[in-house]
């Protein structure tokens, strides 16, 4: 059984630029979450993703956007970026909503930073 | 809202040293309790949970009971390793409609030889 993979797992952008990461949710996981990590901080939650429709969103304006395929597979855009999205970028896969006791299961991360 | 409170760190104890990470929450509702491990590098891992009021979860030697009483839920091993050094995060999910997690700070761990 294959775990969460993301893409890629470093990047370097400049302000204003705009970033897309990947993420491969295990087999069966039918939910894809994102969360960002800033340096020495808990994961903040940015949105979630259940059947291809966004299902819940953190505190995180617009500029933050997703999609999920059919392959359940998800991707976090972020446009106009800011030297505060430097942080590492976690996306966590689940197997449904009816259950809260679902374990969320975390991908590697990806480290992004803006100069 | 929901809200983790974790000791700050970090810690640094060693080898074969009991350890405690202090966490309560504020959440409404009858939320779920989790501890994760961040290893260096590396993503989360779940380390155990607890779904209801005295539950106690473990894994690898690591217990924590949920205390509804006193809205915490506190990391214990009774003999570390130096391979449980890491952060440690405490967390929440009081499901609603996307069961998203809040996550504390984190605690970093270092224990030494």
């Known amino acids: 059984e294959t775990g969460v993979t993301q893409s890629p797992t470093h990047l370097i952008k400049t302000r204003g630029q705009q970033v897309t990461l990947r993420c491969s949710s295990q087999s069966g996981h039918n939910t894809v979450s994102w969360y960002q990590q800033a340096l020495g901080q808990g994961p903040q939650f940015i949105f979630q993703y259940y059947r291809e429709e966004e299902n819940g969103r953190g505190n995180f304006p617009p500029r933050f956007s997703g999609l999920q395929f059919p392959n359940y597979s998800s991707e976090l855009n972020v446009n106009a970026l800011e030297l505060d999205d430097s942080a590492l970028y976690l996306c966590?896969?689940?197997?449904?909503?009816?259950?809260?006791?679902?374990?969320?299961?975390f991908g590697p991360g990806t480290r992004l930073t803006v100069l | 809202g929901n809200s983790v409170t974790q000791m700050e760190g970090p810690v640094t104890l060693s080898e074969e040293a009991f350890l405690t990470i202090n966490c309560t929450y504020t959440?409404?509702?009858?939320?779920?309790l989790f501890w994760y491990v961040q290893y260096p590098g590396e993503g989360l891992q779940l380390l155990l949970k607890a779904t209801k009021a005295d539950d106690k979860g473990s894994n690898k030697g690591f217990e924590a009971t949920y205390r509804k009483e006193t809205t915490s839920f506190h990391l214990e091993k009774g003999s570390v390793q130096v391979s449980d050094s890491a952060v440690y995060f405490c967390a929440l999910n009081s499901g609603g409609s996307n069961y998203k997690l809040t996550f504390g700070k984190g605690t970093l761990l270092t224990v030494n030889p």
């Open positions: 959440a409404t509702g009858y939320p779920s």
């Open positions: 966590a896969s689940s197997s449904g909503l009816a259950d809260r006791y679902n374990e969320q299961f």
